[in-house]
T-cell receptor
Framework: GENVEQHPSTLSVQEGDSAVIKCTYS??????FPWYKQELGKGPQLIID?????GEKKDQRIAVTLNKTAKHFSLHITETQPEDSAVYFC?????????????FGQGTILTVHP | DAGITQSPRHKVTETGTPVTLRCHQT?????MYWYRQDPGHGLRLIHY???????DKGEVSDGYSVSRSKTEDFLLTLESATSSQTSVYFC???????????FGQGTRLTVV
């Protein structure tokens, strides 16, 4: 089955700096790559996603890049703010018979210091 | 919140007792999922449903069963709870038009 590795497990940055979280996956058939943000006591919230026919996608301060050849994708957060502090998860879906089923990375605890 | 309600939000139960968690959605989505979240593992799929009475196993289905008798409700049952099933359980729905998944607020289950 699909295997997703996420790094780093913890990330500490100063307010205004950039943060980058990387995930690698194993199934070359995977075609959908969402990122979730989880705040304490809440469910994961979709913040951005990318599909296999696109190399990069941006939404204000966040962006995701995808390298299908190397089977990795990354979340980039620029101009970080204290409210960006949360746990971030990458996920992968292979489509086909795996339609809608997500395989998650282990999570990254991001702390933004004021 | 994509109209997802999980109940209960917190539960403490004893080893060997049956437990049922409920996921209720108000937007008529066909696909629903149950995940568990444990430190170091992210979220792992337990079971999923692709319609009324249509369910299938996920990655970590042992010890769990599900039922979906109505579109809006997806139930997760632990027939005989064990301490290894202490976890946070999340329900999710799939928006088919864009394959985006949205999660409920979670149920924290403690088996003592």
């Amino acid at each position: 089955g699909e295997n997703v590795e996420q790094h780093p497990s913890t990330l500490s940055v100063q307010e205004g700096d950039s943060a980058v979280i990387k995930c690698t996956y194993s199934d070359s058939a995977s075609n959908y790559f969402p990122w979730y943000k989880q705040e304490l006591g809440k469910g994961p919230q979709l913040i951005i996603d990318i599909r296999s026919n696109v190399g990069e996608k941006k939404d204000q301060r966040i962006a995701v890049t995808l390298n299908k050849t190397a089977k990795h994708f990354s979340l980039h957060i620029t101009e970080t703010q204290p409210e960006d502090s949360a746990v971030y998860f990458c996920a992968v879906n292979a489509g086909g018979t795996s339609y809608g089923k997500l395989t998650f990375g282990q999570g990254t605890i991001l702390t933004v210091h004021p | 919140d994509a109209g997802i309600t999980q109940s209960p939000r917190h539960k403490v139960t004893e080893t060997g007792t049956p437990v049922t968690l409920r996921c209720h959605q108000t937007e008529n989505h066909r696909y629903m999922y149950w995940y568990r979240q444990d430190p170091g593992h992210g979220l792992r799929l337990i079971h999923y449903s692709y319609g009324v009475k249509d369910t299938d196993k996920g990655e970590v289905s042992d010890g769990y069963s599900v039922s979906r008798s109505k579109t809006e409700d997806f139930l997760l049952t632990l027939e005989s709870a064990t301490s290894s099933q202490t976890s946070v359980y999340f329900c999710a729905i799939l928006q088919e038009q864009n394959t985006e998944a949205f999660f409920g607020q979670g149920t924290r289950l403690t088996v003592v």
